[in-house]
């Protein structure tokens, strides 16, 4: 599924703060490589049906496997294993007594990195057996057989073998660590680094599969039909601590939600609830919903936090027609979009702003390969809209009781004409400081 740069920032998918970003929200990697491969799958949602179902079906066989999945590598295992290769030990000699104690006395400082790093070694050999043997008897996905055969033939040698038996903590003696140094270091480099790398897609698949568990996720199922759909119970946002939940449904003939309501009403929140669920199915992970079914989305496009560029001269309006313009041009293609657009044209007056936005609908309501969830303050412009059958009106509900808002978060059927930006201004004292200046 394609995204832009804007897309992904708008839906908070990475973010510096940490406390912001799904990623980080969904990051229960061990590793650096885990985290590694998270992020690659991130950046690269999938567009193939038989992709995302064969996602699906690796991360619940892990997760029917959590009880059991072997924690002896720890990303310190890795970053020694890593720091031992970028040492540069010197060449050992054979492992007998004599050479060991030679190596030992003249080459003090690498015989003591080679014998602290074994241990590690044996971890992670140890641990890479073990996940072999979790799924030997399993019937685990092709995927998880494939490279898991692959890890069981990188260990297919005697010293390995020697080295996974050797009971944990072991301390090695001086001909074990020339031994086994002398192994590791000159025939095991390539090998290692490529059971690394299959660790590391095992470890963000494990990540996702946490997720899920943590934060009771639902895998959505995927409709095959040439039109768009949404349609889920109980959506909501994953970043929120006490979400309210939403009800979705979006099809051919109800492609456009024109939705409404006050500053602070949940207008944002509703958009990227949406977007970012449908991300997170596109990557074969489950989503913060009871029940979620959806067509597969060739491409997600947002407008939401558009910025000026002082150093383009390009004003914060400018920047939201070329926005608009690419998004038109982008999805005028005939394959499937979810498009979400939050306040369009903030950046003119009001009537200048009322005409642009009549102008935008009208015209993107005219693609029915596309999906559009579009929020608006310019509530007058609704009525008009009202002979279009495929735009469905939407708001949420603000009660003021006296100078305090209750927002109910709950989305309703109809256009809100909530203005409430004088009562907010007055309910933060900020009339009152004007007031006494």
Known sequence: MELDLTTYNDLSLFQHEEEFSIFHRLNFTRTVEGREWLLRFFKNPFSDLRQIQETQHIIRTIRDNMASWP???????????????????????????LNAITYKVFHAADF???????????????????????????????????????????????????????????????????????????????????????????????????????????????????????????????????????????????NFVFLTGANMAGKSTFIKAVGSSVFLAHLGMGVPAATMRLTIFDGLLSNINVV???????????????????????INDGRKWLVLIDELFKGTNVQ????????????LIKIKSALFILSTHLYEIGEDLRKHPNISFRYFETTVNGDQLQFSYQLKEGISNDRLGYLILKREKVVELLERL
């Open 71 to 97: 924690l002896t590598i720890t990303n310190g295992t890795v970053m020694v294993i890593e720091r031992f290769y970028d040492s540069n030990v010197d060449s050992m000699p054979g492992a007998n007594l």
């Open 308 to 330: 000026d560029n002082i150093v383009k001269g390009e004003s914060y309006f400018f920047n939201e027609v070329q926005r608009i313009r690419n998004t038109i041009v982008k």
């Open 112 to 254: 003591a990195l080679v014998r602290y790093s074994l241990s590690h070694f044996a971890d992670f050999v140890r641990g890479m057996h073990q996940l072999i043997d979790l799924f030997e008897n399993n019937q685990a996905p092709v995927l998880i057989r494939t490279y898991l055969q692959r890890a069981k033939d990188l260990l297919n040698k005697r010293e390995l073998q020697d080295l996974r038996h050797l009971a944990p903590g072991h301390k090695f003696s001086l001909t074990q660590t020339i031994y086994f140094g002398s192994y590791v270091k000159d025939h095991f480099k390539s090998p290692l680094f490529e059971l690394i790398s299959i660790y590391g897609r095992f470890d963000a698949w494990y990540s996702m599969a946490t997720a899920m568990q943590k934060y009771k996720l639902c895998f959505p199922e995927f409709v095959v039909q040439d039109q768009p759909l949404i349609d889920a119970r109980a959506l909501y946002h994953i970043l929120l601590p006490t979400p309210v939940p939403y009800d979705v449904q979006m099809s051919k003939e109800s």
């Open 352 to 363: 200048d702003a009322m005409k642009c936005s009549y102008t935008v609908i009208e015209g």
